[in-house]
């Protein structure tokens, strides 16, 4: 990630109950400043001159409670604290919650000193809830992996593999067949909530396209419609395609977990090799319903084998049974 | 491993076809090439993954290409750049 300025956070682009409804009332030269933190403050021991400890670099959220404070500031005709805290540089922004303005005083200081003031409709809590959720989103670690991103019966597939060895024809047979395309070559990973990879497209001003050898570049959103994209999916299951080596001995139970790390967090991991013939997009579909299963607690290759040592079981014990002889039979009673 | 740094220097960055002329190239050889920009890093055989970059006009790249013909794939890489994408 860049530089994430207060520019980026006023247009940042969320929907619904994402969304932070901020407009910009002051100090504009200002907006180029930069947020380093994913936090917020309530400056209301700042305003009363207690700056110790003070977070300057946070995003300085003032409610009703700190608007009351400027207003008897203001009539007091106190202004030391406000221009302390305005003049800082390193404060990136001022907010006001519930659809406060600030006093005369304090826009005028921050126009001074260049310090973007803020404005949301929002109430404060509900307020600092959305803004810490987006802060921890944007701020969360992330990297760029070569690969095509698919939403397949609900379950996130990434899809690995080497250029050329049939990522994007696998996804593209899978959107044809009603499922979704996140990305495609560059898929932006993202670790949010500590234990959650998202995946979205590397650039969302490019949307949907694909590249697909002998076609050129493709728009999935005008081909197959809106009902084929999503903007970002969880990573569920990492399939890698390789060509097929026949040297190579590949899983035929399944009964193992394999799993492989991204950004710290454990995903299903499946390596299928590709060979002519072989019909990728069912092996993924087929993985995918797997994985479901899976999360029900339904393992098909465990509960299989489960099945197998139950015969050999019960056919061990009917063997015995056989062979030896019977304590109860006629025999046994005619002779005692 | 070779590393080089490269200037885009046609005026229109690199958009599909740069990007095209890029990946024909980097799939001549056996290498692992990677582009890599400030903040990520991108295979060079993949052409939406190089248009997801979006290199404009006097940025610059990192080239990294790591196998046994990396000095001459850089090498080609770089004269592409150099070259202006044979564009202009």
Redesign the interface.
């Known amino acids: 990630m860049g530089r994430f300025t207060v520019l980026d956070l006023l247009n940042l682009d969320l929907k619904e109950h994402n969304a932070l409804n901020l407009r910009c009332l002051g100090g504009r030269p200002g907006l180029s400043r930069e947020i380093r933190v994913p936090d917020l403050n309530r400056p209301g021991l700042a305003l009363s001159g207690f700056f110790e400890n003070f977070g300057p670099e946070r995003i300085q959220i003032f409610g009703r409670g700190e608007t009351a404070y400027l207003q008897k500031l203001e009539q007091e005709g106190e202004s030391e604290t406000i221009q302390r805290l305005l003049s800082r540089d390193d404060v990136p922004c001022v907010l006001f919650t519930h659809g406060l303005e600030p006093t005369k005083d304090f826009y005028a200081l921050a126009e001074q000193y260049n310090c973007p003031v803020l404005q949301t409709d929002l109430p404060s809590s509900e307020f600092q809830s959305r803004l810490i959720r987006a802060l921890s989103n944007i701020f969360a670690a992330q990297e760029t992996r070569h690969g095509v991103l698919v939403e397949v019966f609900g379950i996130g597939v990434l899809i690995l593999g080497d250029s050329g060895v049939g990522k994007s024809e696998a996804a593209l047979e899978l959107v044809e067949r009603g499922h979704r395309l996140v990305a495609d070559d560059a898929v932006e990973i993202r670790c949010v909530a500590g234990n959650i990879l998202l995946g979205y497209g590397a650039n969302p001003t490019l949307g949907h396209h694909m590249e697909i050898r002998g076609l050129g570049i493709i728009n999935i959103t005008h081909l197959f419609g809106v009902g084929a994209i999503r903007d970002k999916k969880q990573i569920q299951l990492i399939v890698e395609l390789e060509d097929w080596d026949s040297d190579k001995s590949y899983d035929r139970i399944g009964a193992e977990e394999r799993t492989r790390e991204i950004l710290g967090v454990k995903v299903a991991y499946l390596q299928v090799p590709v060979k002519p013939g072989r019909n990728i997009p069912v092996i993924i579909e087929t993985a995918a319903m797997n994985e479901r299963l899976k999360k029900m607690g339904y393992y098909s290759a465990r509960e299989f084998n489960q099945s197998v040592l139950k015969w050999l079981e019960t056919e061990n014990a009917r063997s015995r049974h056989f062979q030896e002889r019977d304590p109860m039979s006629l025999d046994d009673l005619s002779t005692g | 491993m070779t590393e080089r740094d490269v200037v885009i220097k046609n005026r229109a960055g690199i958009h ?1 076809r740069p990007a095209a002329l890029i990946v024909q190239t980097a ?1 001549k050889y056996k290498s692992k090439i990677a582009f890599r920009n ?6 060079a ?5 190089i ?2 970059l ?1 290199a404009s006009y006097n940025s610059s790249l990192t080239i990294r290409a790591e196998g046994e013909d990396e000095a001459e794939a850089v090498d080609a890489l770089s004269k592409l750049f150099e070259d202006r994408f044979e564009e202009e």
């Open positions: 599909a799939s400030e903040h990520e890093e991108i295979n055989k993949s052409i939406m993954g248009i997801t979006g």
